[in-house]
């Protein structure tokens, strides 16, 4: 039997989170997406350890996607092969070739291209296998990233859900990690093995931006990152003015003037 050793602060948040939005049921099948960065390996980790720890039976299975970016990407992923092996959870690999997509998209977001194929394939593969389930690493992070990306760019309140049904498919995605902040798996993470990114836009991209802007605003308002994450939840929402009102709304009053 494997010795997890995942700290309990992190095993805490985990488990909080598949417990207050009900992640994980009896008899699941959770397809895995690990490319082997660091937060996908915490991912695949984790919930090998939560299965471990806990009483409720459920199956893991794990997927990369070789999005075609380098040509020696097929080799590198051999160490996640063999980080999956160790954890004993299948491992598959797909190909896609996304960088000839972003090439024939020149005309749009290329994280945004990126990520639509990604999700196609793990939505198609998680069929294939008989998976209920897909899991994600995004962390809570991402979520508080995406949330003020969400604002400057189009003035509305929104990120993604800690769970998400896809009827379509009939898939439920879930992200454990909701809790997590990126620095705590940094952390953790450094025994592990991990790839870099092939992404050819890694370290350019408006969520980098956003990062970047939030540590500095932090020197001048040290808890605006916590106070971002409170901000996602429903019950936040203090006194906002009304939806803009239609000519129709308006009419009755307008011609009260005249």
């Known amino acids: 039997m494997i010795n997890f050793n995942l700290p309990q602060i992190i095993f805490s948040k985990i488990f909080?989170?598949?417990?207050?939005?009900?992640?994980?049921?009896?008899?699941?099948?959770?397809?895995?997406?690990?490319?082997?960065?660091?937060?996908?390996?915490?991912?695949?980790?984790?919930?090998?350890?939560?299965?471990?720890?806990?009483?409720k039976n459920f199956e893991l299975v794990a997927l990369t996607i070789d999005p075609k970016f380098s040509e020696d990407f097929r080799e590198k992923i051999s160490a996640v092969k063999n980080f999956c092996n160790e954890l004993e959870i299948s491992h598959e690999v797909r190909e896609i070739d996304i960088a000839a997509l972003i090439r024939e998209q020149d005309n749009k977001n290329p994280c945004y291209t990126c990520a639509y194929f990604r999700r196609a394939v793990m939505n198609r593969v998680a069929n294939e296998l008989g998976a209920n389930k897909v899991a994600y690493a995004h962390h809570l992070?991402?979520?508080?990233?995406?949330?003020?990306?969400?604002?400057?760019?189009?003035?509305?309140?929104?990120?993604?859900?800690?769970?998400?049904?896809?009827?379509?498919?009939?898939?439920?995605?879930?992200?454990?990690?909701?809790?997590?902040?990126?620095?705590?798996?940094?952390?953790?993470?450094?025994?592990?093995?991990?790839?870099?990114?092939?992404?050819?836009?890694?370290?350019?991209?408006?969520?980098?931006?956003?990062?970047?802007?939030?540590?500095?605003?932090?020197?001048?308002?040290?808890d605006l990152f916590w106070h971002l994450a409170a901000a996602m939840r429903k019950n936040s929402i203090g006194e906002l003015w009304d939806a803009p009102k239609t000519r129709q709304e308006m009419r009755e009053t307008y011609f009260s003037f005249k």
């Open 16 to 55: 909080r989170a598949v417990v207050e939005f009900e992640l994980i049921d009896e008899g699941d099948k959770i397809l895995i997406g690990i490319s082997g960065g660091k937060d996908s390996l915490l991912l695949t980790y984790a919930l090998a350890c939560l299965k471990q720890r806990t009483k």
């Open 141 to 222: 992070d991402d979520a508080v990233e995406t949330f003020f990306m969400s604002l400057l760019s189009t003035g509305q309140l929104n990120t993604f859900q800690p769970k998400t049904f896809l009827d379509r498919t009939n898939i439920t995605v879930i992200r454990p990690l909701i809790y997590v902040r990126e620095s705590e798996i940094k952390k953790f993470t450094q025994r592990f093995e991990i790839l870099k990114s092939p992404c050819p836009f890694d370290g350019f991209t408006n969520r980098q931006r956003v990062k970047n802007l939030i540590v500095e605003l932090e020197k001048d308002f040290p």
